[in-house]
C-alpha cells in the first residue's frame, strides 16, 4: 500500500465544516502537512505539524494528529467557495527534508 | 519575495520534439525537487538536487528525460524525444535543508508548474 492515504474526493455544502482525512504509515514521521493546490496552480503550503503535538489551530483551520493511529486530519471550519482545491497531505522523516505526498483529495464546495 | 519560477507555463510540443523545462529556485534555497503531476499517478518525484548535486533520480521515468543544475539559481527538465504519455503538469520546489530547515519545519516551496501537452 501507499505511505500515505488519502481519500479522494469530499463534498460539502458551503458554510459547513470540512474534515479531510489521512492515514500514514511511518511511525517515525516528524513532520506532517497539508498543502493546498487550486485550479491551474502549485501547491501551498497551508500548514504543518510536529509530530510531538496533538494540535495545531490556525485561524479556520485545525489539524489534529493522532500518532497512535497514525491518523492526521484538516478540519476547515465555516467552508467557502474559495476552499474548493486539492488537499494533500504529507510527512516527512527527522533528518530527511524529503516529505512523501499523498494522491490528494478534492474538496467540492456547493452552494 | 519571488518564489520558485518554472517557464513555460505551458507548452504544446509534437511527439518527438525535445521539450526543456526551466527553474529558478527561491534564492538561499539548497535543494531542488522535480515533481510531475498526473491525474493516474498523482505526484510523483522525478529528482532531487542538492547542493547543485542529483541525489537521487530513481524517480525519472526514462533515459529519454534528463535534469541538470549548473548552479544554485537555475535547473532544467529535458525529455527527448517527447511522447504523448509525457503530458502532465511538472513541478519544481525548493527547500533550504539542514539545520536551520528544521526550525522551518523543512517546507517545500513549489513553482506555478509547468503544463506540457505532447501531441
Known amino acids: 500500500g501507499e505511505d500515505v492515504e488519502q481519500s479522494l474526493f469530499l463534498s460539502v455544502r458551503e458554510g459547513d465544516s470540512s474534515v479531510i482525512n489521512c492515514t500514514y504509515t511511518?511511525?517515525?514521521?516528524?513532520?506532517l502537512y497539508w498543502y493546498k493546490q487550486e485550479p491551474g496552480a502549485g501547491l501551498q503550503l497551508l500548514t504543518y505539524?510536529?509530530?510531538?503535538?496533538d494540535m495545531k489551530q490556525d485561524q479556520r483551520l485545525t489539524v489534529l494528529l493522532n500518532k497512535k493511529d497514525k491518523h492526521l486530519s484538516l478540519r476547515i471550519a465555516d467552508t467557502q467557495t474559495g476552499d474548493s482545491a486539492i488537499y494533500f497531505c504529507?510527512?516527512?522523516?527527522?533528518?530527511?527534508?524529503?516529505?512523501?505526498f499523498g494522491r490528494g483529495t478534492s474538496l467540492i464546495v456547493h452552494p | 519575495d519571488a518564489g520558485v519560477i518554472q517557464s513555460p507555463r505551458h507548452e504544446v510540443t509534437e511527439m518527438g520534439q525535445e521539450v526543456t523545462l526551466r527553474c529558478k529556485p527561491i534564492?538561499?534555497?539548497?535543494?531542488l525537487f522535480w515533481y510531475r503531476q498526473t491525474m493516474m499517478r498523482g505526484l510523483e518525484l522525478l529528482i532531487y538536487?542538492?547542493?547543485?548535486?542529483?541525489?537521487?533520480d530513481s524517480g525519472m521515468p526514462e533515459d529519454r528525460f534528463s535534469a541538470k543544475m549548473p548552479n544554485a539559481s537555475f535547473s532544467t527538465l529535458k525529455i527527448q524525444p517527447s511522447e504523448p504519455r509525457d503530458s502532465a503538469v511538472y513541478f519544481c520546489?525548493?527547500?533550504?535543508?539542514?539545520?536551520?530547515?528544521?526550525?522551518?519545519?523543512?517546507?517545500?516551496?513549489f513553482g506555478e508548474g509547468s503544463w506540457l501537452t505532447v501531441v
Open positions: 534564492s538561499g534555497h539548497n535543494s
Open positions: 520546489a525548493s527547500t533550504q535543508s539542514g539545520a536551520l530547515a528544521t526550525i522551518s519545519g523543512n517546507t517545500i516551496y
Open positions: 538536487f542538492n547542493n547543485n548535486v542529483p541525489i537521487d
Open positions: 504529507a510527512e516527512s522523516i527527522g533528518g530527511s527534508y524529503i516529505p512523501t
Open positions: 505539524i510536529f509530530s510531538n503535538m
Open positions: 511511518d511511525s517515525s514521521s516528524t513532520y
